[in-house]
T-cell receptor, first 118, second 111 residues
Framework: DTEVTQTPKHLVMGMTNKKSLKCEQH?????MYWYKQKAKKPPELMFV???????INESVPSRFSPECPNSSLLNLHLHALQPEDSALYLC?????FGQGQAGANVLTFGAGSRLTVL | RKEVEQDPGPFNVPEGATVAFNCTYS??????FFWYRQDCRKEPKLLMS???SGNEDGRFTAQLNRASQYISLLIRDSKLSDSATYLC????????????FGTGTQLKVEL
Protein backbone atom coordinates (compact mmCIF):
# COMPACT_ATOMS: atom_id res chain seq x y z
CA ASP A 1 0.00 0.00 0.00
CA THR A 2 1.26 3.45 -0.91
CA GLU A 3 1.88 5.89 1.92
CA VAL A 4 0.64 8.76 -0.21
CA THR A 5 -3.09 8.49 -0.82
CA GLN A 6 -4.78 10.13 -3.77
CA THR A 7 -8.48 10.47 -4.49
CA PRO A 8 -10.27 9.93 -6.73
CA LYS A 9 -8.46 7.19 -8.65
CA HIS A 10 -10.41 8.04 -11.80
CA LEU A 11 -12.19 11.24 -12.78
CA VAL A 12 -14.12 12.10 -15.92
CA MET A 13 -15.16 15.72 -16.31
CA GLY A 14 -16.52 18.07 -18.90
CA MET A 15 -14.74 21.24 -19.91
CA THR A 16 -17.10 23.40 -17.85
CA ASN A 17 -16.91 21.36 -14.66
CA LYS A 18 -15.08 22.22 -11.46
CA LYS A 19 -13.48 19.32 -9.64
CA SER A 20 -10.65 18.70 -7.19
CA LEU A 21 -7.96 16.10 -6.76
CA LYS A 22 -6.87 15.31 -3.23
CA CYS A 23 -3.63 13.98 -1.79
CA GLU A 24 -2.75 13.01 1.76
CA GLN A 25 0.41 11.79 3.46
CA HIS A 26 1.15 11.04 7.10
CA UNK A 27 4.90 10.49 6.89
CA UNK A 28 5.69 13.92 8.33
CA UNK A 29 7.07 15.04 4.98
CA UNK A 30 7.35 18.81 4.59
CA UNK A 31 7.42 18.91 0.79
CA MET A 32 4.58 17.93 -1.50
CA TYR A 33 4.39 17.90 -5.26
CA TRP A 34 1.98 17.65 -8.17
CA TYR A 35 3.13 15.96 -11.36
CA LYS A 36 1.35 15.39 -14.64
CA GLN A 37 2.14 12.31 -16.71
CA LYS A 38 1.02 11.56 -20.25
CA ALA A 39 1.28 8.08 -21.76
CA LYS A 40 4.84 6.91 -22.47
CA LYS A 41 6.30 10.14 -21.07
CA PRO A 42 8.05 10.84 -17.77
CA PRO A 43 6.27 12.77 -15.02
CA GLU A 44 6.33 16.55 -15.51
CA LEU A 45 6.54 18.76 -12.44
CA MET A 46 3.66 21.17 -11.95
CA PHE A 47 3.90 22.52 -8.39
CA VAL A 48 6.01 22.15 -5.27
CA UNK A 49 4.93 23.09 -1.77
CA UNK A 50 7.49 23.35 0.98
CA UNK A 51 6.29 23.86 4.55
CA UNK A 52 2.82 24.55 3.13
CA UNK A 53 4.03 27.41 0.96
CA UNK A 54 4.14 27.31 -2.82
CA UNK A 55 7.80 27.09 -3.81
CA ILE A 56 7.58 26.22 -7.48
CA ASN A 57 4.96 26.77 -10.15
CA GLU A 58 6.26 25.44 -13.45
CA SER A 59 4.25 27.94 -15.51
CA VAL A 60 1.12 25.88 -15.12
CA PRO A 61 -2.08 27.38 -16.63
CA SER A 62 -4.39 29.02 -14.10
CA ARG A 63 -7.11 26.45 -14.77
CA PHE A 64 -5.04 24.31 -12.36
CA SER A 65 -5.06 25.77 -8.86
CA PRO A 66 -3.09 24.06 -6.07
CA GLU A 67 -3.86 24.37 -2.39
CA CYS A 68 -2.03 23.09 0.68
CA PRO A 69 -4.41 23.37 3.67
CA ASN A 70 -1.91 21.76 6.06
CA SER A 71 1.29 19.77 6.07
CA SER A 72 -0.49 16.50 5.31
CA LEU A 73 -2.88 17.58 2.59
CA LEU A 74 -2.48 18.82 -0.95
CA ASN A 75 -5.33 19.61 -3.33
CA LEU A 76 -5.44 20.42 -7.02
CA HIS A 77 -8.51 22.36 -8.08
CA LEU A 78 -9.54 21.96 -11.70
CA HIS A 79 -11.70 24.36 -13.69
CA ALA A 80 -12.39 24.82 -17.39
CA LEU A 81 -9.95 22.11 -18.42
CA GLN A 82 -9.21 21.12 -22.00
CA PRO A 83 -9.19 17.60 -23.46
CA GLU A 84 -5.39 17.80 -23.72
CA ASP A 85 -5.27 18.04 -19.93
CA SER A 86 -6.31 14.39 -19.78
CA ALA A 87 -3.46 12.59 -18.03
CA LEU A 88 -2.38 10.80 -14.88
CA TYR A 89 -1.92 13.31 -12.07
CA LEU A 90 0.59 12.15 -9.50
CA CYS A 91 1.07 13.54 -6.04
CA UNK A 92 4.40 12.99 -4.32
CA UNK A 93 6.05 13.95 -1.06
CA UNK A 94 9.58 14.11 0.30
CA UNK A 95 11.04 14.81 3.71
CA UNK A 96 12.26 18.21 2.64
CA PHE A 97 12.65 20.33 -0.47
CA GLY A 98 15.87 21.99 -1.51
CA GLN A 99 18.17 20.35 1.01
CA GLY A 100 21.27 18.42 0.20
CA GLN A 101 21.19 15.79 2.92
CA ALA A 102 21.02 12.24 1.73
CA GLY A 103 17.53 10.86 1.48
CA ALA A 104 15.79 14.20 2.01
CA ASN A 105 14.81 14.46 -1.62
CA VAL A 106 13.54 10.94 -2.21
CA LEU A 107 10.06 11.17 -3.63
CA THR A 108 7.25 8.88 -2.58
CA PHE A 109 4.43 8.91 -5.11
CA GLY A 110 0.75 8.29 -4.70
CA ALA A 111 -1.04 5.91 -7.06
CA GLY A 112 -2.30 8.81 -9.13
CA SER A 113 -5.62 10.18 -10.30
CA ARG A 114 -6.40 9.36 -13.91
CA LEU A 115 -8.23 12.33 -15.39
CA THR A 116 -10.24 12.33 -18.59
CA VAL A 117 -11.58 15.63 -19.89
CA LEU A 118 -14.37 15.30 -22.42
CA ARG B 1 20.62 18.19 -25.66
CA LYS B 2 18.09 17.01 -23.07
CA GLU B 3 19.09 17.41 -19.43
CA VAL B 4 18.65 13.72 -18.69
CA GLU B 5 18.63 11.18 -21.49
CA GLN B 6 17.82 7.50 -21.62
CA ASP B 7 17.47 5.00 -24.44
CA PRO B 8 13.68 4.50 -24.57
CA GLY B 9 13.98 0.85 -25.65
CA PRO B 10 12.12 -1.39 -25.48
CA PHE B 11 14.75 -3.83 -24.35
CA ASN B 12 13.36 -7.31 -24.96
CA VAL B 13 15.40 -9.90 -23.07
CA PRO B 14 14.88 -13.55 -22.16
CA GLU B 15 14.33 -14.55 -18.57
CA GLY B 16 17.66 -15.01 -16.79
CA ALA B 17 19.52 -12.52 -18.96
CA THR B 18 21.64 -9.65 -17.69
CA VAL B 19 20.62 -6.24 -18.95
CA ALA B 20 22.10 -2.79 -18.43
CA PHE B 21 20.67 0.69 -18.91
CA ASN B 22 22.51 3.97 -19.03
CA CYS B 23 21.32 7.45 -18.24
CA THR B 24 23.33 10.53 -19.18
CA TYR B 25 22.94 13.96 -17.59
CA SER B 26 24.11 17.29 -18.87
CA UNK B 27 24.61 19.35 -15.71
CA UNK B 28 27.87 18.53 -13.98
CA UNK B 29 26.57 20.13 -10.76
CA UNK B 30 24.01 17.34 -10.36
CA UNK B 31 24.33 15.86 -6.90
CA UNK B 32 21.78 13.12 -6.26
CA PHE B 33 20.82 10.24 -8.46
CA PHE B 34 18.10 7.62 -8.29
CA TRP B 35 16.52 4.85 -10.28
CA TYR B 36 12.74 4.55 -10.18
CA ARG B 37 10.63 1.77 -11.61
CA GLN B 38 7.19 2.35 -13.08
CA ASP B 39 4.82 -0.45 -13.97
CA CYS B 40 2.18 0.09 -16.62
CA ARG B 41 -0.54 2.46 -15.37
CA LYS B 42 1.03 2.65 -11.91
CA GLU B 43 3.02 5.26 -10.04
CA PRO B 44 6.83 5.43 -10.09
CA LYS B 45 8.45 3.68 -7.14
CA LEU B 46 11.96 4.14 -5.85
CA LEU B 47 14.15 1.24 -6.91
CA MET B 48 17.43 2.45 -5.49
CA SER B 49 19.55 5.49 -4.84
CA UNK B 50 22.86 5.71 -6.68
CA UNK B 51 25.94 6.35 -4.57
CA UNK B 52 29.31 7.59 -5.73
CA SER B 53 31.01 4.33 -4.92
CA GLY B 54 28.34 2.25 -6.62
CA ASN B 55 25.84 0.12 -4.78
CA GLU B 56 24.11 -3.19 -5.07
CA ASP B 57 20.74 -4.45 -3.93
CA GLY B 58 20.24 -8.12 -4.71
CA ARG B 59 20.18 -8.54 -8.48
CA PHE B 60 20.41 -4.79 -9.07
CA THR B 61 23.64 -2.78 -9.28
CA ALA B 62 23.77 0.97 -9.73
CA GLN B 63 26.87 2.92 -10.68
CA LEU B 64 27.76 6.57 -11.10
CA ASN B 65 30.41 7.92 -13.43
CA ARG B 66 30.81 11.61 -12.68
CA ALA B 67 33.60 12.13 -15.19
CA SER B 68 31.43 10.95 -18.06
CA GLN B 69 28.19 12.16 -16.44
CA TYR B 70 26.17 9.00 -16.54
CA ILE B 71 24.57 6.53 -14.20
CA SER B 72 23.88 2.91 -14.96
CA LEU B 73 21.60 0.16 -13.76
CA LEU B 74 22.51 -3.49 -14.16
CA ILE B 75 19.92 -6.21 -13.65
CA ARG B 76 21.18 -9.76 -13.33
CA ASP B 77 19.13 -12.94 -13.73
CA SER B 78 16.16 -10.93 -14.97
CA LYS B 79 12.67 -12.08 -14.03
CA LEU B 80 9.36 -11.67 -15.81
CA SER B 81 8.36 -9.36 -12.96
CA ASP B 82 11.21 -6.99 -13.83
CA SER B 83 9.25 -5.90 -16.92
CA ALA B 84 8.59 -2.20 -16.37
CA THR B 85 9.83 1.24 -17.34
CA TYR B 86 12.98 2.35 -15.53
CA LEU B 87 13.31 6.08 -14.92
CA CYS B 88 16.51 7.74 -13.84
CA UNK B 89 16.18 10.83 -11.68
CA UNK B 90 18.85 13.49 -11.31
CA UNK B 91 18.69 16.20 -8.67
CA UNK B 92 20.56 19.48 -8.56
CA UNK B 93 20.58 20.10 -4.82
CA UNK B 94 20.86 23.53 -3.35
CA UNK B 95 19.07 26.66 -4.57
CA UNK B 96 15.95 24.98 -5.79
CA UNK B 97 16.44 21.27 -5.73
CA UNK B 98 15.74 20.87 -9.43
CA UNK B 99 14.66 17.28 -9.95
CA UNK B 100 14.66 15.96 -13.49
CA PHE B 101 13.31 12.66 -14.75
CA GLY B 102 14.84 10.86 -17.66
CA THR B 103 12.51 9.76 -20.42
CA GLY B 104 12.52 6.19 -19.20
CA THR B 105 13.70 2.87 -20.60
CA GLN B 106 11.17 0.13 -21.16
CA LEU B 107 12.22 -3.41 -20.28
CA LYS B 108 10.31 -6.50 -21.37
CA VAL B 109 11.48 -9.81 -19.97
CA GLU B 110 10.17 -12.76 -21.96
CA LEU B 111 9.97 -16.51 -21.42
Amino acid sequence: DTEVTQTPKHLVMGMTNKKSLKCEQHMGHRAMYWYKQKAKKPPELMFVYSYEKLSINESVPSRFSPECPNSSLLNLHLHALQPEDSALYLCASSRYFGQGQAGANVLTFGAGSRLTVL
Amino acid sequence: RKEVEQDPGPFNVPEGATVAFNCTYSNSASQSFFWYRQDCRKEPKLLMSVYSSGNEDGRFTAQLNRASQYISLLIRDSKLSDSATYLCVVILTGGGNKLTFGTGTQLKVEL
